[in-house]
DNA sequence: GTCTATATTTGGATAGAC
DNA sequence: GTCTATCCAAATATAGAC
């Protein structure tokens, strides 16, 4: 047997995810991300044979399992509006309420290689898609379903950059306060 | 008298812009924005004697000055509704219909030096209070006025956020037809 | 005012000891 | 599996010729 490891993978994953949503791919320095695991860069190369392009996979990855647990509630037999609610609520844990950005935004400027953009662009038809399953079962026919959930994934990805622009995070609380309305009209 | 500029300052100020507006603060190298420009690095530094920093603070002028412009309309006598339809075209013709992305969002992120992002701060600001003053105009109280700006602003940022991540600039035109209706209810 | 050339630092990535 | 040490390329910035 090898040697034990000193940081398990979730937690590796996490971590390097706030560097990357705080600073963009580009941004993304090794050395930072080797500061914010706790291991030396070579010792992340251990873990991600290929780099920065490995990390940056595996952190949308694990971005996506935390996204469907958010939007498991959608698929419950709740109302749709305390479902919807309930999203909310992780939403605001994942993106501690307002004060982390979204890798559908931070991971998507020039400078990510396009698969990484390209994978960060399924991640937003999922979830689009989950909430326009949603609205469907709110009564929303399917255009009008997918109108309010693309407008709902809007506001979100609107209120982070705008919590961040004004230093002001309660932007995206008060955001989500909104999105039952929005998606269960 | 001195040698004749190859490039006039505005013409600067633009290119520099849309390099800083897609990669960001930290991902817009030197090389890139000399390619941008079509000067060699160490005449951007002749330009810009103290670096990134000082062609970033240009740029946000600039934009500055493009978004005075932009919201002149809200000023005019104008019916609110239509200023802000106007307000919109404008918009829509900086943003290049939802292609290119704004410093609000790409350059606050970390690695941006923090008197750059307090200055997009400051912008954002501005950009809300000329919107809530036109909402005021169309009777909405001082409270729901700022309410309104603020979800302008929020779905602007928002829908140039989605327009990259699903690679579909059509979502910004989208909703830059429902703001009119936003902002003077 | 612009250029070529260069200094210096940081970034991404690898080799090999333990 | 993690580390120190190192390589190479790219990034920021400067010097000095024209």
Redesign the interface.
Known sequence: MGRAVSVDDEQIHARLGEVFR??????ASLSALSEAVGLQRASLYHRFPTGKHAMATAVLTSVEARLRQALEPLTSDLDVADAVAEMCTRLAGDYRDGRL??V???M????APDDIRAQ??R???YWIEAMAAAAVRAGATEAEAARRA?AA???????L??A????DPS?FDQ?LAELPGLLAA
């Open positions: 705080a600073n963009g791919y580009a941004g950005s979204c559908l935004d931070t998507t400027l020039t400078g960060a662009g991640l937003a038809q693309r994934l809007v506001r979100i990805e609107g209120a950059v705008v961040r622009a004004l230093n932007v955001m």
